[in-house]
């Protein structure tokens, strides 16, 4: 178990739950199933170098990676973390989601640290797409990494993405699915059933990582370590996630997918997370 990573990903549910509580909206749930792939990409380390290479007091320079949040409503996670690197001043996430407020409730490219400015679900992995191949022609090693939700599987434009990064043959493209289970009308089986993601993904040329448990640590820098491996195609990491994960009253619960906090939740949370933090 890496103790840092616990530590820092305790921190950040913490700063991104009060948020979503001052802000009286937000999308606890999803928001929680996320946290601990963030947290691996922005903290995490392979060999003594960074998995995701950001530099909040350079953030445009030349060897910087790229991340694309396609599952935008989470964004208060990816906030969470760049205010806590410093990107800008923590005290702005007193306001996430306000009027007039730096942080929006979706990625916003004024933002410091963040990449692209994101509304609409399944448009993310072409965003990254773009990306990572303007970084191949300029012959560039900087990686591009794409987050989406499992729901917006049922997207047509994000397999369009998928069959044009496997032709180009992106290996600079990592897409990782929060595999949660659940979106916003009910589990994502029900509403319109993905399958398999594994099968899917290969029939269009990626190669693919599957994480059992996508909060353990361990599990996801391995999957960062094989992806690292991988020549001349992108990977996918399917990650296993569960809904509201370190809400122990709401885990794997539909209705607290897009939720906000109250404060007797929100004290509750704090007391079960304060020991780790």
């Not at 007091?57 to 205010?83: E, M, R």
């Not at 820098?221 to 990650?239: Q, Y």
């Amino acid at each position: 178990m890496d103790v840092f990573l616990e530590k820092k990903a305790a921190q950040i549910r913490l700063d991104a739950l009060t948020a979503i509580h001052k802000s009286g909206c937000g999308y606890a749930g999803s928001v929680m199933s996320v946290v601990d792939i963030l947290v691996a990409l922005y903290y995490g380390s392979l060999s003594g170098s960074p998995i995701l290479n950001c530099d909040s007091k350079n953030p445009d320079f030349d060897g910087q990676d790229y991340l694309v949040l396609s599952k935008g409503h989470a964004v208060i996670a990816q906030y969470a973390i760049l205010a806590d690197l410093g990107f800008f001043d923590k005290s702005e996430l007193n306001y996430f989601g306000k009027q007039g407020s730096l942080l929006s409730n979706r990625p916003y490219l004024k933002v410091p640290g963040i990449t692209v400015s994101n509304i609409s679900h399944g448009q993310g992995l072409s965003m990254a797409l773009g990306i990572a191949l303007s970084l191949k022609m300029d012959k560039r090693n900087n990686k591009v990494f794409a987050v989406l939700g499992d729901g917006e599987l049922q997207e047509g434009q994000v397999w369009e993405a998928a069959m044009a990064a496997s032709h180009y043959k992106l290996d600079n493209l990592v897409a990782i699915v929060d595999n949660n289970k659940v979106q916003a009308e009910g589990n994502v089986s029900a509403i319109m059933d993905i399958g398999c993601i594994q099968d899917k993904f290969e029939a269009f040329g990626w190669r693919v990582v599957q994480v059992t448990d996508g909060h353990d640590f361990d599990k996801l820098l391995d999957a960062f370590r094989r992806a690292e491996s991988n020549i001349r195609r992108p990977v996918l990491i399917w990650c296993h996630t569960v809904c509201g994960k370190g809400m122990v009253f709401a885990e794997g619960k539909q209705e607290y997918r897009d939720a906000f906090i109250t404060e007797r939740e929100l004290n509750e949370i704090i007391s079960n997370l304060k020991e780790t933090v």
